[in-house]
């Protein structure tokens, strides 16, 4: 399993940007796996979950990214999305992309977003 992130850079406060996460390797579909997130690691800080979307469930959002970020999967594609409008500096991260099958976990490597007050 492969997940290859993009779409980070730099933008001002108040700016959107779009993240792409594209999965491939998987056995099936990208819904094979039990759920899609988003994880962010800031300058000094721990890795913290950002948005996850659970196969045939409810999304589930970071308090601070709530009514900003939108997490959505194109399943013909097999990518999954991360919106995000009125950035703020405090966004500023790496972000990365994970997927769950069962217990075990997949990650990407980062895209880097930096957000400019």
């Known amino acids: 399993v492969q997940l290859q992130a993009s779409g980070g850079g730099l933008v001002q406060a108040g700016g959107s940007l779009r993240l792409s996460c594209a999965v491939s390797?998987?056995?099936?579909?990208?819904?094979?796996?039990?759920?899609m997130g988003w994880y962010r690691q800031g300058p000094g800080q721990q890795r913290e979950f950002v948005a996850t979307?659970?196969?045939?469930?409810?999304?589930n959002y970071l308090d601070s990214v709530k009514g900003r970020f939108t997490i959505s999967i194109d399943n013909a594609k097999n990518i999954v999305y991360l919106q995000m409008n009125s950035l703020e500096p405090e966004d500023t991260a790496l972000y990365y992309c994970?997927?769950?099958?069962?217990?075990?976990?997949?990650w990407g490597q980062g895209t880097q977003v930096t957000v400019s007050s």
């Open positions: 994970r997927a769950r099958l069962g217990g075990i976990y997949y």
């Open positions: 390797g998987m056995p099936g579909s990208i819904f094979s796996f039990n759920d």
């Open positions: 979307i659970p196969r045939g469930g409810n999304t």
